[in-house]
């Protein structure tokens, strides 16, 4: 019975191992597909093979974590990478899985690899700020820019939510920003809204990464005090 119960197991491991290589090779198609309607070179889609492959050995794949989302992810960063950017609203037309599932999948590759990749997008702070222009002055939108930058980039360092859209911690990165210094000028209602223009973004996601960047802003520089970056910027601004 020992026996039998030992190749029970291996069989079935086997079978979980074939179902990934089944899934690994599918994701290569797509990533084929994907870069072949965009006109991409043959070695971006070498490149965002390997970032797969990477995944693969990971184990990335699974839960809300797809192997189509990771596809679409993988094509957006080794496009960024080799020179050859692509929107994430181009790469979606090409791949099964929506704007916000490949866009997370992209932040999750460049976090939990560990890629030293550019970002699948850039200026998503902004991008949040722009959408609430009318509620902010310009000092205290400058002061919110600097801080939520930076705390964009410890949410990349530690990682926060890796596995959640750029402009979803970016609408965090701001709210957790406003929530550090004096203005509290912003609720969590208007920051998802704001990031909302692009990807659909909950107040429950805003409060839940907010309060997990103050934290690791906390952690990083001994205290909530947002002085250490701002004063920086200040100086920066006149």
Partial sequence: MDKFER???????FQVEDKRA????????????ITGNLALPGFVAEDAGLFLK????????????????????????????????RSCDEVVQ???????RVSAAARKLRCELGLDVPPAREG??????????DVLDVQTCLELRELGDHLLKIADDEPVGPGTSRLTMGAAAVYAADRLTDGKVVTQAQVAEAASTVVDTSKSRVSRYSQALHDAY???????????????GRIRLR
């Fill in 7 to 13: 190749l029970r197991q291996r069989h079935k491991r």
């Fill in 22 to 33: 089944i899934r690994l090779n599918e994701g290569f198609r797509d990533i084929e597909s």
């Fill in 54 to 85: 990477q995944a693969a050995d990971a184990r990335l794949p699974g839960g809300r974590m797809s192997w189509e989302a990771l596809a679409g992810g993988a094509v957006l960063l080794a496009a960024n990478q080799a020179g050859f950017p």
């Fill in 94 to 100: 090409y791949t099964k899985s929506p704007y916000e």
């Fill in 124 to 133: 998503v702070v902004d991008d949040v700020l722009v959408a609430l222009d």
């Fill in 218 to 232: 906390v952690g990083r520089h001994g205290s909530d005090d947002p002085g250490a970056v701002l004063e920086r």
